[in-house]
């Protein structure tokens, strides 16, 4: 069964770090677009940081800039998201995505094929 298991995410206080992390099966990351969203409480899901399967280039939002940095690894099939100097602004339940059909970074909800089930994360004093 092709899914996505996001992991890493909890209560963290501003300007502290957490690492989030999300483990493919039946899905070769190394063949897809990957992207990290986000959903806070009566928001749209917005797009968070991407890699561009074509190129390898990555993207963030601006938001994030400096800030958060995304990766992945492909002998372990994964992909993280380290999320540094963490804002009250960031509180948000985070998903990973891949994309299939090889798309352009910045990548939107809609050009995603595959969903993680998301982790929450609060920035919180």
């Known amino acids: 069964q092709k899914q996505l298991v996001e992991s890493g995410g909890g209560l963290v206080q501003p300007g502290g770090s957490l690492r989030l992390s999300c483990v493919a099966s039946?899905?070769?990351?190394?063949?897809?677009?990957i992207g990290w969203f986000r959903q806070a409480p009566g928001k749209e899901r917005e797009g968070v940081s991407c890699i561009s399967v074509r190129d390898g280039t990555s993207w963030y939002a601006d938001s994030v800039k400096g800030r958060f940095t995304i990766s992945r690894d492909k002998s372990k099939n994964t992909m993280s998201l380290q999320m540094n100097d963490l804002k009250p602004e960031d509180t948000a339940v985070y998903y990973c995505a891949a994309d299939a059909s090889w798309g352009q970074c910045p990548l939107s909800p809609d050009d995603m094929d595959y969903w993680g089930k998301g982790t929450l994360v609060t920035v919180s004093s």
């Open positions: 039946e899905i070769t990351l190394s063949y897809f677009g």
